[in-house]
């Protein structure tokens, strides 16, 4: 059957290419289900194909060569299909299926449902290209497609500048981390020459040396940083909001923004010749976590919330990919699908029913209107708050644990990391709480309603698996562990302590944290507005930097963004014009000068080309003669 | 020397079969055109595809089961012809080119009216000349193989005989010509006087067995040798009749009559100097190398101050000649890169003078780079077409043109011509210009006067055909590379 793995690239891409000639025509819903189809019977090939995954019987990475395109430099189109593939494959068919679901309802009377769902198809296809590739040149090419879908979708009403602008900020600022990528690549192309996944991470300890590796661990970072909006490259992500809000669920919270973690989990055997560059990857997730967790405090849009958590939970990632616990990373990253999606997919229902309204100061009091919706939303709130038996609580511990266990530095780390849990456990209390809770503050003329079946069902499919899904990894069953350890053969993977009581104590701490930041939300949120107010003002500035994400968009744009303008307009108007130009146009007027002297020559008349013809015969015939020597 | 009964002993009808089935199609369509007077061109546009497709199976069938066929029989005809992969891709681009020719240019042909017929017989049995000539090992075969393609493209030239311009170039063709069939055969008169055989293979064979204490007559020989092909190639400073030559032939025949003499020179050329001379290397190279040099440098600045886009495609072709002849210097390893040079090249070639054809008529001699104003918005499909197609000439990465030129350079770099190889980049750059001007034109400029294009149905999609295969052959040259490579080896 693996000879069919092509097919989970190959099917959402037919879905793209059919319903970018004919959606037009099958119109809605139609358009959609085909899309949906698409993805799921990906999901099925994909699941399929797991099986000697799950029964252990994937020892080794399997390959299927789809295409030799330059077999010298090992770039082909090849499939890569062991644990970590299998693990990324399912989640995003898995998720994307049930987003596309939801999308359906979602994207309901847009005058352009299916070129929604073309770009939607076409970013499955491109994020399960990135995460099947089996060389450096495939996982580029799926690199460089989800940001390409990213911003097809981000600026999706593209006639709302604001959309528009934060399609713009997403693609530059990813540019810059995927220039760090483009280097790592070539770094690694010189080293190994090849791109291939095999020659380069079997041959990594006796090719490279520590400051190369940690020169290709960073450039990576650099890219990863970019691309899973990391500080100080996160900014794309909170302004990506504008996008439809399946767009946020599918591509910002659950898939393309993990790419980062699954790059550096992938690059294991880099990472490992070079702590130094771990460190930096450990050291940025911690940063980033805190950071956007202060961030997510202040907001009051819904979106915001969710999208400066999922930088934060991002953060999570790099803490335990950086510190070698990347089993415990890909576990976050699993679970934090599950619950994030649920919770962009349930702000999505929320905003649904509110007429469009995304600030939750003017919601309140919906849990009797959209009963589902705040069930579901609920779940994934303690989830990602770190309550057991809840998927978030497994895979949140097992990143605590491994910093635990990662020396001193790695106590420096886990402090911030709970820090970041307790802080996270009281945004997403507050989020719920505003939403759900107390009196209704809607404006005049909104009713709000709970969404219709082809939106809850997908929610209440994630809320189960927010559930159950963090139990694939526990202390007393390390199934994911074992799952995934073919695919990081010979690595010295980092792992929390075995001893049931540290486990016991680090888990009651953190859950402690957990539920402090819980009630602390309930009880201030769950009173009238005035009392937040006084609760917010008790911060002072800290609150107001907070609410306005501490300004780094303005600080870049006074630091980098206006000089960079400046920058631009000096190279095109005092260079590139006199200078660059100059040349050009010299170079163009000394030729058609030297043509047309050399034109008179060509007079028409045979006897003057018989004349050169002559000519040209005794030159050559003498040339050759004294050069060969005859005379 | 030879006897009439070796000669009979070793005949191989099979190895000159694709030239046999173009000589007796061409025959045919006379024959047709004689018996049934059409008054449309439809039977013999059909019976001349057919010949081709025929000829073509022909080679085919010979190219599958080439590895089978001994050493020994691969000379047939008392070692005239030589049966091998490189004369095999000869003819497939040939018969392509014509084919091709014929299909983008089939307005002229109905404008003919009954000298359709000659036309088509005239370009049948000058694809059989010159592929005679790729695939002979014999001077003597090759100056007849020259010979029969070169006189069917004098009479060519001047089909559209009322039109003084289509006669004066005919005319000046064929004196021209002459002279450089003459220049050629006195050249192989002097190798034989010089190695006392006129069958390549066996002047190699003597040059290696001997050293030549005074090879003054040999070296006098194969210069003017070289130069009697050179001129088919329109290298510098034998171009001369080529700008005039292209302008004033009608325009649907000179994209065939511009390739179908470089494929036959060229590969001619390469079996000369590599399997022939190669002793001599040190002497013949430095004038190949410098004839290149001219022909790169002239062809590009005086395509560059063209206002006629024949004349600039004639000059172009110049400068084509020369990057070719840089691939050629490299020896055995660059033939490679001039096959595939080679067959982008002559492909392009056909297509642009089809675009040409279908812009300013068939039969005419005008052709100035205003009348493409506003092809963009008058018939945006062929401006694609053309620009497509001009890019590739001009060797833009993502076309064929560029892993073409990429090619020759690499090899003549490696090869130890770094200087002709600087020459080279410098002339290409150049060449940009004037293919971009005309792309400009096209779509930056308000049309002006009357629109006289037309393109057929068959002639657009077969222009279309061409100018995705130069963007194909750009991308993913894996396919056509290895081919040329595994026709240099067998």
């Given at each position: 059957m693996i000879e069919l793995l092509p097919l989970v690239i190959a099917l959402p891409l037919a879905g793209a290419v059919f319903l970018h000639f004919f959606g037009r025509r099958i119109g809605e819903p139609a358009s959609g289900w085909i899309a949906t189809l698409a993805i799921g019977a990906a999901f099925v090939v994909g699941l399929v194909n797991a099986v000697p995954a799950f029964t252990g019987e994937l020892h080794h990475a399997e390959h299927v060569a789809i295409w030799d395109w330059m077999p010298a430099i090992g770039a082909s189109l090849e499939i890569q299909w062991d644990a970590l593939s299998v693990l990324m494959t399912l989640v995003v068919t898995g998720v994307g299926t049930l987003i596309h679901v939801f999308a359906i309802g979602y994207m309901h009377g847009d005058p352009r449902f299916s070129r929604f769902f073309t770009y939607l198809n076409l970013f499955a296809a491109s994020m399960l290209t990135l995460v099947l590739a089996g060389n450096f040149a495939m996982l580029f090419m799926g690199w460089e497609l989800v940001g390409l879908c990213s911003y097809l979708l981000i600026s999706f009403w593209y006639t709302k500048p604001s959309a528009a602008a934060a399609g713009k900020k997403a693609f530059v600022v990813n540019r810059i981390g995927d220039f760090g990528f483009m280097v790592a690549l070539m770094l690694i192309f010189l080293n190994?020459?090849?791109?291939s996944y095999g020659g380069v991470f079997e041959r990594a300890g006796e090719v490279l040396t520590t400051g190369t590796a940690v020169a290709i661990g960073l450039l990576l970072l650099v890219g990863a940083a970019g691309k899973s909006a990391q500080?100080?490259?996160?900014?794309w992500l909170p302004d990506a909001m504008e996008g439809p809000t399946p767009v946020s669920a599918l591509i910002h919270a659950a898939t393309m923004v993990t790419a980062g973690v699954y790059v550096v989990s992938r690059a294991a055997a880099i990472f490992e010749l070079a702590p130094a560059a771990g460190y930096a990857v450990a050291t940025v997730g911690a940063v980033t976590a805190l950071w956007a967790a202060t961030i997510a405090i202040g907001q009051s849009d819904i979106k915001k919330v969710l999208a400066y958590s999922t930088v934060s939970q991002l953060g999570y990632m790099f803490l335990a990919a950086g510190l070698g616990g990347y089993v415990a990373a890909v576990f976050h990253l699993m679970t934090h699908a599950f619950f994030k999606a649920l919770l962009f997919l349930g702000s999505g229902s929320v905003i649904h029913g509110m007429a469009d309204e995304q600030d939750m100061r003017k919601m309140g009091g919906l849990r009797k209107h959209m009963p589902t919706t705040a069930a579901t939303m609920g779940v994934a709130t303690l989830a990602i708050a770190g309550i057991p038996p809840l998927a978030g609580f497994w895979s949140k511990d097992e990143i605590l644990g491994v910093a635990f266990e990662g020396g001193t530095y790695g106590q420096v780390l886990w402090v911030v990391g709970l820090i970041t849990a307790m802080l996270t456990a009281f945004y997403m209390t507050r989020q719920w709480v505003m939403v759900f809770m107390g009196e209704p503050r809607w404006d005049d003329g909104v009713h709000p309603h709970e969404s219709p079946r082809v939106m809850t069902i997908p929610l209440v499919i994630l809320a189960v698996l927010s559930v159950v899904g963090g139990l694939v990894n526990t202390p007393f069953r390390l199934g994911l562990e074992h799952f995934l350890h073919p695919a990081f053969e010979g690595i010295d993977l980092a792992h929390p302590s075995e001893e049931m009581s540290v486990f016991a104590i680090l888990a009651a701490v953190s859950v402690l944290a957990g539920v402090a930041g819980i009630a602390v939300g309930y009880l201030v949120y769950n009173r009238p507005p005035a009392r937040w107010t006084k609760f917010q003002e008790g911060f002072g500035g800290l609150w107001t930097a907070w609410e306005q994400a501490y300004r780094v968009d303005d600080i870049y744009g006074a630091t980098i963004v206006k000089p960079g303008k400046r920058l631009a307009d000096a190279a095109a108007f005092k260079f590139d014009l006199p200078v660059i130009d100059g040349l050009v146009n010299g170079a163009g007027w000394l030729v058609r000068t030297v043509g047309s002297k050399l034109r008179v020559v060509q007079t028409g008349l045979v006897r003057n080309y018989g004349v050169l013809f002559v000519a040209g015969v005794l030159a050559a015939v003498i040339w050759m003669v004294v050069a060969g020597g005859g005379v | 020397m030879m006897t009439l009964a070796q000669l009979g002993s070793d005949v191989s009808w099979m190895a000159i079969a694709p030239e046999l089935v173009l000589a007796l199609g061409a025959a045919l369509v006379l024959l047709i055109d004689v018996q049934f007077k059409p008054k449309t061109g439809g039977s013999l546009a059909w019976t001349t595809g057919f010949v081709l497709a025929a000829a073509f199976g022909f080679a085919l069938a010979q190219w599958l089961r080439l590895a089978d066929i001994p050493i020994s029989e691969r000379f047939p005809f008392g070692r005239m012809v030589i049966v091998d992969g490189t004369g095999l891709l000869a003819r497939f681009v040939l018969l392509v080119v014509t084919g091709l020719a014929v299909a983008t240019g089939w307005r002229l042909f109905e404008r003919l009216g009954r000298r359709r017929a000659e036309a088509l017989a005239l370009i049948l049995l000058s694809a059989a000349g010159f592929q005679l000539m790729a695939v002979s090992v014999h001077l003597v075969m090759m100056f007849m193989g020259l010979e029969v393609g070169s006189i069917a493209l004098y009479v060519l030239a001047g089909i559209t005989r009322e039109r003084a311009d289509s006669d004066e170039a005919a005319m000046k063709y064929f004196l021209l010509g002459s002279v450089a069939s003459a220049v050629f055969i006195y050249g192989v008169a002097l190798t034989f006087a010089g190695t006392g055989s006129l069958n390549i293979l066996e002047q190699n064979q003597f040059l290696t067995q001997n050293i030549l204490l005074a090879p003054g007559v040999l070296l006098v020989g194969l210069a003017l040798c070289i130069i009697g092909l050179t001129f088919k190639v329109s290298a510098a400073p034998f171009h001369a009749w080529a700008p005039d030559v292209y302008q004033g032939a009608p325009a649907g025949l000179v994209g065939y009559m511009a390739a179908a003499a470089k494929v036959g020179a060229f590969i001619a050329l390469w079996r000369l100097v590599d399997l022939g001379f190669p002793t001599m290397r040190a002497s013949w190279a430095p004038v190949v190398a410098g004839i290149a040099a001219l022909s790169m440098v002239v062809g590009a600045v005086l395509a560059a101050v063209q206002s006629d886009v024949r004349r600039m495609l004639a000059y172009s072709g110049v400068a084509h000649a020369g990057f070719i002849l840089t691939g050629l210097l490299s020896g055995i390893d660059g033939i490679r890169g001039v096959w595939f040079y080679l067959a982008v090249y002559t492909l392009q070639l056909v297509g642009a003078f089809g675009v040409v054809a279908a812009v300013t008529g068939a039969s005419t001699s005008r052709s100035a780079i205003s009348d493409f104003a506003g092809l963009g918005r008058r018939q945006p499909v062929l401006a694609v077409v053309f620009s497509t197609l001009l890019l590739g000439m001009a060797g833009l990465?993502?076309?064929s043109g560029f892993i073409a030129k990429f090619g020759v350079f690499q090899d003549a770099w490696q090869a130890g011509f770094e200087w002709l190889v600087i020459v080279a980049v410098l002339a290409s750059v150049i060449a940009f210009f004037f293919y971009l001007r005309v792309i400009v034109t096209m779509f930056m400029e308000e049309p002006s006067g009357d629109d006289h294009a037309s393109v057929g149905v068959v002639a657009r999609w077969v222009l279309a055909l061409v100018a995705i295969v130069t963007v194909v052959l750009g991308i993913l040259p894996a396919p056509l590379l290895e081919l040329a490579g595994d026709a240099v080896a067998r």
């Open positions: 190994f020459g090849t791109l500080v100080p490259l996160y900014v | 990465p993502l076309t």
